[in-house]
C-alpha cells in the first residue's frame, strides 16, 4: 500500500537544503512554484515532520532531488495490482508524481541533450533551443493560380508558402495547449524534434503538463522494435521503457493512461520504413483512440503529411524569423566560447551584422532554417566571416539534405531513386533546375516536372523504355521522394512545385552548366549563359558559375564580348563612350583610366544616383572638381528667383571651386562669373532686376565656359530606348567586374586586359586589337 505522507529523513535534509540554497528562493518562492497556498508544507518539510506524499513528491521535482534519497524509510512506490483501483480512484495524483520522479532520469537523457552536426560534444537543449512559431493553415493545402506566383521578386520567392509576413503564426507552445492531438510538420532541419524534445524536459520538471508523465518514442526506434518482436504495440514498448527505468508494474501504465495522465511525444512518423508504416499508423490511430484522455503530439516531415492520423490537427513549424535568428545565434556563439561568454555575445553580434549586408541576402534565404543556421554559425565560427565562395557553403548544405543528416540521426529511408549514386541524384536535380529556371519557372505545375523527370529518366544510358502510365508513376514516385527525403523541392500550394530555395534552383543551374561532359558541350553552355547577360534573374548563376569553374578565363571573355555587342551598332552611345574615354585620358595615372570612364559615363547621366557611381568609387583632384562644377549646374537649374541666399552660395561654391583650379584661363573666367554674382549690399529691387534680366545669361556663361575648358556638361539627349541599353550596359559591366572580384580562377593577363578595357567605345577596343 501507498503511503499517503511522506517526512525527510536527516541527510534529506540537509541536501534538500542544499538544493533549496543554490535556487535562491525563499521558502514562499518554492511553495508557489508547488501550487500551494501557505508556506507551511515548506517548513514542515525541511524540518522532517510529515508532509502530503503528493507534495512531497512535488518539492523533490521542483529542487531536482530524487524523492527516494530523500524521504525517510521510503514503502513501495508503486501499488500491487490489487491497489491499482484503490490508486486509480482516490491517489492518482500522487502516482503521476512518483511514475514522474522514477521516469525523470530517463527524460532528462532522452531528450536533454542534443547532437549537433560536426560537433564533437553534446549541448544540452536548454543552451541551444529558440521557441518556434507555429503556421495553422499547411501550405501545400492551399490553392494559387501558378500565374499569381510567377511574377513574385526574387526576394519575395522563398516567403511563399513558407510563412510570409502576412499570415498567422502563433507561438508553439499555444498549439500544443490548444489541441490534445497535435501533428507537428515541417521540412528537414526546421527543428521538429528539437521541439518535440523541449516539450518533454519542460513536462519533466513541471513546467507544463505537470499533472502528466512524458514518454518520448522515436518511431523509427519504435517499428524497428516492434518489427523484430512481430507485434506493433505502443503500450508494450512503454512498459519496456518504464521496466529499464525501475517500474515493473505493468499496471502502473494502463492506470495512467486511463486517467489521461500522459503526455505522449512521437517523433519522425516520415523516418519509418514503407515497410512498417502501414502497422505503425494502424497501431498510432488504435492507441490515440483508446486512451484519448491522454496528450499526443507528433512530428512529421511535410512532404509525408499524407501519412493521416485520424482526429490529430495538423500544423506546420514557421520559418525563423528575424528575431529567432537573432537569439538562436546569441545562444549558438555563446556555447562554443563557454571560457568567455562575452566574445560569444560579440562574436553573435558581428554575425548578425555581416549577414544582413547586401552582399549576404543569399544566406538570409537559407538562415530561417536551423539546420542552416546551424551551418552558418559553424563556418563564421572559424572564419569570422561568410564563404566568399557561396558555392561552398551551398554545396555543405546539400550535402546535410542528400544524406548526411539523416545518416547522423542513424535513419534509414526507403530508397524509390532506382538506386541511383549521390552523383546521379545531383545529375537529376541540376537537370530539372536548369530546364525550369532557362523558361523563368521559379514554380511548375506538378505534371510539367514529373515530364521533367520523366524525359531525363528515358535518356539515362541503358534506359528501359517504359509505358507512359509506367514512366508517370515512377516519375511520381521519385518527385515524392525527392521532396520527402531531402525536401530540395516541396508543394508550395496544391499541385504546385518549386525548389524549397530559390539559392538551390541557382545552384543546381550553374552546377549543370560547369558539369558539362566535354569542351564542346561546355563551351556551349557558357554561350548559353552569356546570352543571359542583361536578365537581372541571371546575375547569381553567372556569380556561381564562375566560382565553380576551374578555370573562368573563357566564361569572362564571352561576357566582355557580349557587353561590348549590347551598345556596338548605335553611333550615338559609341560617341559617348568615346568622349568619356577621351575625358578619362586626362586623369592623372590613379585612379585607373576604367574608373575614370566609369565616373563621367555616370557624371552625364541625369538624374545622378550612387547606383551610377558604383564602379567610380576613387576620385583625383579633376574629377572632384568635375564633380563640384557639375553639381553646381544642376542647382543653377532650380527656380532661385528673388533669393539673395542662393546668390551668396553660388559665390561660396565659386570660391571653394576656384581653390582647386591650375588653368589660369579657366581662373580667370570663372573669377568674372562670380564677380557678376549680386552681392549682399545690393537692395531687393536691383536684385529683381538683375536676375530678370542677367540670370538666364549667366548660367548659360557659366555652361559654355565648363565645357570649353573641362569638356564636361555637354547636352546628351538619350532616348527612352538609348537609356534602357546604357542601364543593361553599365549594369552587365558591373557584373563581369564582380565576376572577377569573386575569388574566381581567371589568368592574371586576361584579369588586366578586361579591367583596362572596360566601357571602351569600339573604335579604341579595335585599335587595341590592331597592336
Not at 302 to 307: D, H
Not at 380 to 398: A, I, M, N, V
Not at 646 to 660: D, K
Not at 710 to 724: D, Y
Request: glycine fraction near 4%; include cysteine; proline fraction near 4%.
Amino acid at each position: 500500500m501507498v503511503k499517503r505522507s511522506l517526512q525527510a529523513s536527516t541527510s534529506g535534509i540537509q541536501r534538500a537544503k542544499a538544493a533549496f540554497a543554490i535556487k535562491g528562493w525563499t521558502q514562499e518562492n518554492l511553495a508557489g512554484e508547488v501550487n500551494l497556498k501557505t508556506r507551511q508544507p515548506i517548513g514542515r518539510f525541511f524540518t522532517g515532520q510529515r508532509v502530503d506524499r503528493q507534495t512531497f513528491l512535488a518539492i523533490c521535482t521542483i529542487l531536482d532531488l530524487d524523492w527516494r534519497e530523500i524521504a525517510d524509510h521510503p514503502a513501495a512506490e508503486f501499488p500491487e495490482p490489487g491497489d491499482a483501483a484503490e490508486t486509480a480512484s482516490g491517489n492518482i495524483d500522487s502516482l503521476v508524481q512518483v511514475v514522474r520522479s522514477q521516469y525523470r532520469d530517463t527524460i532528462q537523457n532522452q531528450c536533454g541533450i542534443l547532437q549537433l552536426l560536426d560537433i564533437s560534444r553534446p549541448v544540452s537543449i536548454d543552451d541551444i533551443y529558440v521557441d518556434v512559431n507555429i503556421l495553422e493553415e499547411i501550405a501545400s493545402q492551399q490553392w494559387f493560380e501558378i500565374a499569381d506566383l510567377q511574377n513574385l521578386e526574387p526576394a519575395e520567392f522563398d516567403r511563399v508558402g513558407l510563412g510570409a509576413v502576412d499570415q498567422k503564426q502563433i507561438p508553439g507552445m499555444q498549439a500544443v495547449e490548444t489541441y490534445s492531438k497535435l501533428r507537428v510538420l515541417g521540412k528537414p532541419g526546421v527543428g521538429k524534434t528539437t521541439f518535440l524534445k523541449h516539450l518533454a524536459i519542460l513536462c519533466n520538471r513541471g513546467k507544463f503538463a505537470a499533472h502528466q508523465v512524458p514518454v518520448f518514442i522515436a518511431l523509427r526506434d519504435f517499428a524497428e522494435e516492434s518489427r523484430d518482436d512481430g507485434k506493433f504495440s505502443i503500450l508494450n514498448y512503454i512498459h519496456q521503457a518504464f521496466l529499464t527505468s525501475g517500474i515493473p508494474n505493468p499496471s502502473v501504465i494502463e492506470t495512467l493512461l486511463k486517467a489521461g495522465r500522459v503526455l505522449l511525444l512521437l517523433d519522425g512518423m516520415d523516418e519509418v520504413l514503407n515497410q512498417d508504416i502501414t502497422a505503425v499508423l494502424k497501431e498510432i490511430r488504435k492507441f490515440s483512440e483508446k486512451y484519448h484522455k491522454n496528450q499526443f503530439v507528433a512530428t512529421c516531415r511535410t512532404a509525408a503529411q499524407k501519412l493521416q492520423l485520424q482526429g490529430f490537427t495538423d500544423v506546420e513549424i514557421a520559418p525563423f524569423t528575424e528575431a529567432q535568428i537573432t537569439i538562436f545565434a546569441q545562444k549558438w556563439f555563446v556555447e562554443f566560447a563557454k571560457t568567455n561568454p562575452e566574445s560569444g555575445k560579440a562574436q553573435s553580434m558581428q554575425f548578425m551584422r555581416k549577414l544582413d549586408l547586401p552582399e549576404n541576402w543569399q544566406f538570409r534565404q537559407l538562415v530561417v532554417t536551423p539546420l542552416f543556421l546551424h551551418l552558418a554559425c559553424w563556418v563564421f565560427h572559424g572564419q569570422d566571416k561568410f564563404p566568399t565562395k557561396r558555392t561552398e557553403f551551398y554545396k555543405q548544405g546539400l550535402d546535410l539534405l542528400l544524406g548526411k543528416w539523416d545518416e547522423a540521426k542513424g535513419v534509414e529511408r526507403d530508397d524509390v531513386y532506382r538506386g541511383f549514386l549521390l552523383p546521379q541524384k545531383l545529375r537529376l536535380l541540376s537537370q530539372l533546375a536548369a530546364v525550369t529556371f532557362e523558361d523563368g519557372q521559379y514554380f511548375f505545375e506538378q505534371r510539367i516536372i514529373e515530364q521533367y523527370i520523366g524525359d531525363y529518366l528515358q535518356n539515362l544510358p541503358g534506359a528501359t523504355l517504359l509505358e507512359p502510365e509506367e514512366l508517370q508513376l515512377e516519375s511520381e514516385a521519385i518527385l515524392k521522394s525527392i521532396e520527402a527525403q531531402h525536401g530540395l523541392l516541396t508543394e508550395r500550394a496544391r499541385g504546385i512545385f518549386s525548389f524549397s530555395y530559390l539559392a538551390f534552383q541557382e545552384y543546381f543551374t550553374a552546377r549543370k552548366i560547369v558539369a558539362s561532359h566535354n569542351l564542346g558541350g561546355l563551351e556551349q553552355a557558357l554561350s548559353g549563359l552569356v546570352s543571359h547577360i542583361t536578365d537581372p534573374h541571371w546575375r547569381e548563376v553567372f556569380l556561381l558559375t564562375t566560382a565553380m569553374l576551374r578555370s573562368a578565363d573563357s566564361l569572362v571573355q564571352l561576357m566582355k564580348q557580349q557587353i561590348d555587342v549590347l551598345v556596338a551598332q548605335d553611333p550615338y552611345l559609341q560617341e559617348f563612350l568615346l568622349w568619356a574615354s577621351q575625358k578619362s585620358q586626362m586623369i592623372p595615372t590613379e585612379p585607373k583610366v576604367a574608373t575614370s570612364r566609369a565616373f563621367y559615363l555616370a557624371l552625364a547621366q541625369s538624374p545622378h544616383t550612387a547606383a551610377h557611381f558604383a564602379l567610380a568609387c576613387t576620385l583625383d583632384q579633376g574629377m572632384f572638381l568635375d564633380a563640384a562644377l557639375d553639381n553646381l549646374l544642376l542647382e543653377c537649374a532650380v527656380n532661385h528667383s528673388q533669393d539673395f541666399a542662393f546668390a551668396h552660395a553660388c559665390s561660396e561654391a565659386l570660391n571653394n571651386i576656384l581653390v582647386t583650379i591650375l588653368d589660369a584661363g579657366f581662373y580667370k573666367s570663372l573669377q568674372q562669373l562670380r564677380d557678376e554674382l549680386p552681392s549682399a549690399s545690393q537692395n531687393r529691387e536691383w536684385l529683381d532686376d538683375w536676375w530678370q534680366k542677367h540670370y538666364s545669361a549667366w548660367v548659360e556663361e557659366l555652361r559654355e565656359t565648363i565645357a570649353h575648358y573641362r569638356n564636361i556638361n555637354h547636352t546628351w539627349e538619350f532616348s527612352p530606348a538609348q537609356q534602357q541599353v546604357l542601364e543593361s550596359y553599365y549594369n552587365a559591366n558591373q557584373l563581369l567586374l564582380d565576376c572577377l572580384h569573386s575569388n574566381c580562377e581567371v589568368t592574371a593577363a586576361i584579369r588586366q586586359e578586361i579591367e583596362a578595357t572596360l566601357l571602351l567605345p569600339q573604335q579604341e577596343l579595335e585599335a587595341r586589337e590592331w597592336q
